[in-house]
Every structure is written in C-alpha cells, then in structure tokens.
C-alpha cells in the first residue's frame, strides 16, 4: 500500500474536500525529544540539509514553516537522474527516497535544530521503509547528508535519543552521504498550502505544522516560504 497516484487523489479531492473535518490527530503522534548535544559549527553562508521522512509533501510543509529556511523543495534521493520522476521512484525499484532539500541560514536556525524539528513532528523515525500509510523504500527515513560533520552530528543523535529512549522503538533512520539531489515535479512543491483540504493532506499533514507550532514555538513561522515565492524572486 501507498499514496494513492496523484490523478486519482486529485479526483477523490474533489469529491469529499467540501465534507472531510480534520481530525484532531494525525497518523503519527509528534514526540517531544531533547535537542541534540552535539552541533555543526557556526557558519556563515546559505547551508543544504537533505532529508527523507515519507510523503514529500508533508516534510515540505514543516519546514516552509520554519524560521530560518530559505527554501524547501521536494524531490528525489538515493537513485539515479533517468530515475528520478513521481512514477519510477512510486514503484520503489530506484533506490530513490522523496526527499526535501532544505537551503537554511545558519545565524537563524542550525543544523542541529532542523535535525531536531525532522525527528520530532516531521515524521516517525522509528518505521521502517514506510511512514503512516506509505509502504515503500521510496517511503523511507534517511539522512543525506552533505559533509564529514553533518554525518558525525546526524549519528550522535541518532545515538544519544535511542540512548535516551525517548521513542518506544529504536530509530531506524540511515545515515549516508548525498550523491546528488533532483527536484520533483512542479505539481508537487508547496503542495500542502496549495490543498490544504484534500482528505491526505489534512490528516496526515496538516497536524505535523500545528506540532511544529506548539513544540517548536521559537521557530514557527505563520507564512510558509513557498518554492513559487523563491522562483518568483530569483
């Protein structure tokens, strides 16, 4: 089982948005964790995390809500380029993950804290090539990361809260460096603002930025910083 195709979501969308109530929770609860002892280095300059945590487009969403993030894209990571597309990567055979680039300022939030805010309400790291209804590699939790310190911070952490048993499972996120990142299709990015009542967004998604909001008050930002916006700028 899966994220229904898109043409198919789309129609069901149609037909149940004026209908379907939220629900008061989503698929996975959001777990207050510590934040992690060890941090990169400050530095100066636009940074890149990559992260996979599930359906793209709600890890998206956190972060378009995070201070301190410049852009979010959503796309593909781990498989190669003639791969990289919504169909192929959904059969789970490419060794892609749906991922989300994260370009972030690191005098406002830092690596650390984003790895903080991915294991909290982004997604449940303690599935294993699945998250909520999505059953797949594709659907895995992975850290891609883009140098020798992001690897040895995403570790220790990963470590120090399976130490500190702050999940009822152990953590099975990986852990490797990135080869190269592709941004998905354009009818996937800013998707959560843009169907914000189609019946998978509002259960599953929508709930993961209303926790970024009451756990990670200091860093919530009511206006979520959209692809278009950045492309419109640029």
Known sequence: MRRPALASLLAATTALSLTFAAPSRAAEDAVVIPAPAMDTAPASGIQTAVIAG????????????????????????????????????????????????????????????ILQIYFSVAHDPTQLNRQGPDVGTQYRSAVFTTSDEQKKVAEAYIAQLNGAKVFSKPIVTKVGALEA??????????????????????????????????????????KPTLVSASKATN
Request: glycine share 10%.
């Open 54 to 113: 599930g359906c793209f487009w709600g890890v998206q969403g956190v972060f378009q809500h995070t201070a301190g993030v410049v852009n979010a894209v959503s796309g593909y990571a781990g498989g190669t380029k003639a791969t990289a597309d919504y169909q192929t990567v959904s059969s789970g055979r490419t060794g892609h993950a749906e991922a989300v680039e994260i370009k972030y300022d690191p005098k406002k939030i830092s690596y650390g804290k």
């Open 181 to 222: 990142f592709y941004p998905a299709e354009a009818y996937h990015q800013d998707y959560l603002t843009l169907h914000p009542n189609q019946p998978y967004i509002a259960y599953n998604d929508l709930p993961k930025v209303e926790n970024l909001k009451k756990l990670f008050a200091d860093n919530y930002i009511e």
